[in-house]
């Protein structure tokens, strides 16, 4: 295949890859033969991919200075104190969001210092859910008791969007289906 030979010094195999596709479909649409998934063309972009080789792109881990710009960057409003509190929790208990989102307020305790530990019950690593204990500092305590005073008391989860922070309305599917039984 010449037209991907001519392409594969300059073109990202995703590219490579994506044109394809746009080529079969519009040789179905016009009722020609399926060429592009020939085994010719199969070795040819096994061929592109090994000479294209890459190293995996991570993002930049976040250091103190960074934290501390980012947590002064927030707005003095509900939003920005929730968000100051993730930011915070996040970097002392190198937590993933799935972690921080699952935290109740049973999770965390305020210690005699002014600090704050924590349990992590389940997490990507731990799919049993051993659990494992965490620590924050201070400043972590004093951004999440601002964003727990704007929380309501009857809420199971430490962090929610923040539509989702108004009351609970009692369920009304139990007198539903009562009324019909």
Do not use: C
């Amino acid at each position: 295949m010449p037209a991907v030979r001519a392409q594969m010094d300059f073109l990202k195999i995703s590219t490579l890859r994506r044109r394809l596709v746009a080529l079969r479909r519009v040789n179905r649409l016009m009722g020609f033969q399926d060429v592009p998934y020939s085994n010719e063309l199969f070795l040819e972009m096994r061929r592109a991919s090994r000479r294209q080789l890459s190293a995996p792109r991570q993002a930049r881990g976040i250091n103190r200075p960074l934290l501390l710009r980012m947590i002064n960057a927030q707005p003095p409003t509900p939003i920005g104190k929730r968000n100051s509190a993730l930011l915070s929790l996040g970097y002392h208990f190198l937590a993933r969001r799935s972690e921080l989102a699952a935290l109740q307020p049973s999770d965390i305790e305020f210690t005699k210092d002014g600090a704050l530990r924590g349990i992590i019950r389940r997490s990507k690593m731990d799919q049993i859910g051993s659990g494992r204990l965490v620590y924050g500092s201070t400043r972590s305590a004093k951004l999440l008791r601002a964003w727990l005073r704007h929380v309501p008391q009857n809420i199971d989860w430490i962090f929610l969007p923040h539509a989702a922070r108004r009351m609970r309305k009692p369920s009304t599917f139990g007198a539903q289906h009562q009324q019909y039984s």
